[in-house]
């Protein structure tokens, strides 16, 4: 037997039969794949037994072994010949309520083979993984929103295999992390309960999942790793970034923030993880404003204002016209808004400063941050007092839910060596204009340490990984959740940090607010 260059390929040379020596066909790949593999047992689907007496004849009884594992058993997921000029994929997914992105792998030598993103189709439903629940509820609903996504997902795999020069068949093994949510609605399963007091979700610890089983088009024999959740609030996405990041092996403490719907935290070591979610994340995602948006060409994504002659600098994304903004912007322009004296430690517009960027729509107060006639869409784009309420509020939120994981263990923010952020907010966030409004606590901008889309990652690492099962359940096994709904002392914090940066400014020593 030859080295293994990857955990799920093994290069397996066997002694031919004779009468002398007449093991079955399988047996005799199994005896020699259990020593190679120190496995006690290994399972092969009948379809594939099949294919295995003229795979051996064709080959001279020299095959290319793919397999996967689950915590306790190895499967044999594909035979080929030594020099197969096919691949050994993986396709790692990002399970996304708003969007979904797969990674393709080659199992053989870990090298990405393409990337693929596309809109999560259950947004025809709901945008939001509450209206798709209560959809669930009604009679089809949850086989809809079950086909909705696994379509979505074969079609985003034949999309990128054909791009890669590759077929769907090539495909061994499926890596999956979302929230406990859509885990639900790609299993099938039914979500009602994890809305509901006490709220249960049918299983936290999906496992190992035969991809036929689950409608994925890719080879039969496949399997599909569904990342664990803790429950109804935390799951697999966040363990996926966990694991990708290393924040479980560290020897000092750290903190992983994920913003989306919810603001996702986890905060711990190699001795211990605490981990509590939150509403923060509508605001952070640019859903705060009218003029909020996802990010792509023409949207905002950084503000600059001149204190002194207050004095817009817009970018945007491809220096296109601007047509909305994202929340990097929204962040950047509420930073530079109270640096400029533009809004006070409430957040309020102040009319003075503002000057004739000040409007009335509505009944509401406006500040125009792109007149018409520089706007794509050929009409003011503002920000409305609302706006800034909304943002105080998220902002807020955000940094409570910060506050209170780390003083429930003992710890204070500035403590945190590390602090990882993910996901799209921490890949475009400014952390300098996250601390000057108090949304993010005021550390060394060295220990902010973006890591992109951490669940994708987490995922891909997973099919990379012989030891990823183990890793990942102890993962799970070792957070502690923190609830923070019935948690008084975080209603009083929160009340605290509804000001800019906060009533305590003693707090964000760096931030040096303008006299208003």
Same mark, same amino acid.
């Given at each position: ?66 397999? %996967? ?6 499967? @044999? ?6 020099? =197969? ?17 797969? $990674? ?27 209206? !798709? ?52 609605? %790609? ?35 496949? $399997? ?86 207050? $004095? ?44 004739? !960027? ?34 105080? !509020? ?35 966030? #400014? ?15 060295? !220990?902010?340490?973006?890591?992109? #889309? ?23 096994? $070792?957070?502690?959740?923190?609830? @923070? #709904?019935?948690?008084?002392? %975080? ?5 605290? =940090? ?9 707090? %964000? ?8």
């Amino acid at each position: 037997m030859s080295p293994s260059p990857a955990p799920w390929i093994r290069f397996v040379a066997l002694r031919p039969p004779s009468l002398k020596d007449n093991t079955a066909d399988t047996d005799r790949l199994l005896t020699a794949l259990k020593k190679e593999l120190a496995a006690e047992e290994i399972d092969v689907d009948l379809d594939l037994l099949k294919q295995l007496p003229p795979v051996l004849r064709a080959t001279d009884y020299r095959i290319r072994c793919t397999v %996967f594992r689950d915590r306790r058993r190895w499967v @044999l997921t594909g035979i080929d010949a030594f020099d =197969a000029l096919r691949p050994a994929a993986g396709i790692a997914v990002d399970l996304g309520t708003t969007r979904v992105v797969l $990674r393709l792998i080659d199992l053989a030598s870990g090298r990405v083979l393409g990337e693929h993103a596309f809109d999560n189709p259950q947004i025809t439903i709901g945008p939001d993984v509450l209206a !798709r629940i209560h959809h669930a509820d009604s009679p089809g609903g949850l086989k809809e929103l079950n086909g909705l996504i696994v379509g979505g997902l074969n079609t985003a795999v034949g999309e990128i295999c054909r791009t890669a020069g590759i077929e769907p068949r090539d495909i061994c093994a499926v890596s999956v992390a979302g929230n406990t949510s859509m885990t639900h609605l %790609f299993l099938g399963l039914e979500p009602r309960w994890i809305i509901r007091e006490p709220y249960i979700p049918v299983v936290n610890r999906p496992g190992v999942l035969k991809a036929a089983d689950l409608g994925i088009q890719v080879s039969p024999f496949a $399997r599909v790793l569904v990342f664990p959740s803790i429950g109804s609030y935390f799951g697999g996405d966040l363990i996926a970034g966990i694991f990708f990041s290393g924040l479980h092996r560290r020897p000092e403490p750290a903190l992983l923030v994920d913003v989306g719907t919810n603001a996702e935290v986890v905060l711990g070591n190699r001795d211990w993880l605490l981990g509590c979610a939150g509403a923060a994340g509508p605001a952070l995602e640019g859903g705060v404003t009218r003029m909020g948006m996802l990010a792509g060409p023409g949207v905002i994504d950084r503000v600059a204002i001149d204190p002194a002659g207050r $004095r817009f600098d817009i970018h945007t994304i491809e220096e296109a016209p601007p047509i909305g903004i994202c929340g990097s912007g929204v962040i950047d322009l509420a930073a530079q808004l109270f640096l400029a004296g533009m809004i006070d430690i409430r957040g309020k517009l102040v009319s003075a400063a503002c000057g004739d !960027r000040l409007c009335v729509i509505e009944g509401l107060r406006h500040l125009v941050v792109v007149p018409a006639e520089q706007s794509a869409a050929g009409k003011d784009l503002t920000i409305s007092q609302a706006d800034l309420d909304s943002l105080v !509020r998220s902002k807020a939120a955000m940094y409570t839910i910060l506050e209170t994981i780390a003083m429930t263990v003992g710890l204070n923010l500035d403590e945190l060596g590390t602090f990882y952020v993910a996901g799209t907010f921490g890949c475009f966030i #400014n952390p300098r204009s996250a601390i000057a409004i108090g949304m993010l606590p005021d550390l060394p901008l060295e !220990r902010y340490v973006p890591i992109g #889309n951490s669940s994708l990652q987490g995922a891909a690492l997973a099919l990379t990984s012989e030891n990823a099962v183990d890793e990942i359940d102890r993962i799970r096994d $070792r957070i502690t959740y923190l609830e @923070l #709904n019935v948690n008084q002392d %975080f209603m009083n914090r929160f009340s605290a =940090a509804k000001f800019i940066p906060h009533t305590d400014v003693g707090r %964000f020593p760096s931030v040096k607010a303008p006299q208003q």
